[in-house]
């Protein structure tokens, strides 16, 4: 504790007060890539080649740790459970969640089971989870 209470002491000293948390070090070389400056970054809502607006779908299965990415010419807001499953091409029954956020809980995975439903969104883009139905 004495020597922890020292080196505060000295940060204090010569002003140089770092912030720790489970983010961050303070170190700047550990910042994301997109931080950089000049780091080519996409925007999610980048017309496609007609010049109609495409949202980005990240999902994950559970036969896999990295997700697969595909697009879909529609914009966020306008996505159906039946638009998001012709993406989703196989056979079987499946189950659908989606990464959304809830006034009273905050980020939760949102079942969606009908196909007219829209797709709840993420910061422009759709994540999601699908998994297998055995039931």
Same mark, same amino acid.
């Given at each position: ?20 948390? /489970?983010?961050? %070090?303070?170190? #700047? +070389?550990?910042?994301? $890539? =997109? ?32 997700? /697969?990415?595909? %697009?879909?010419? #529609? +914009?966020?807001?306008? $996505? =159906? ?55």
């Amino acid at each position: 504790m004495e020597k922890f209470h020292l080196s505060q002491q000295a940060n204090e000293q010569d002003g140089s007060h770092r912030r720790m948390n /489970f983010d961050s %070090t303070g170190d #700047k +070389r550990r910042s994301p $890539i =997109t931080a950089l400056q000049g780091f080519p970054v996409q925007r999610l809502d980048s017309p496609s080649l007609n010049g109609q607006l495409c949202t980005k779908v990240l999902y994950f299965t559970e036969r896999t740790v990295t997700p /697969f990415m595909r %697009t879909i010419p #529609k +914009r966020l807001g306008e $996505i =159906t459970l039946r638009d998001f499953k012709s993406l989703f091409d196989r056979p079987g029954s499946y189950r659908y969640h989606f990464k959304a956020l809830d006034p009273e809980f905050g980020t939760v995975k949102e079942e969606v089971t009908h196909e007219d439903d829209l797709v709840p969104g993420w910061e422009g883009k759709i994540i999601a989870w699908i998994e297998e139905d055995h039931g």
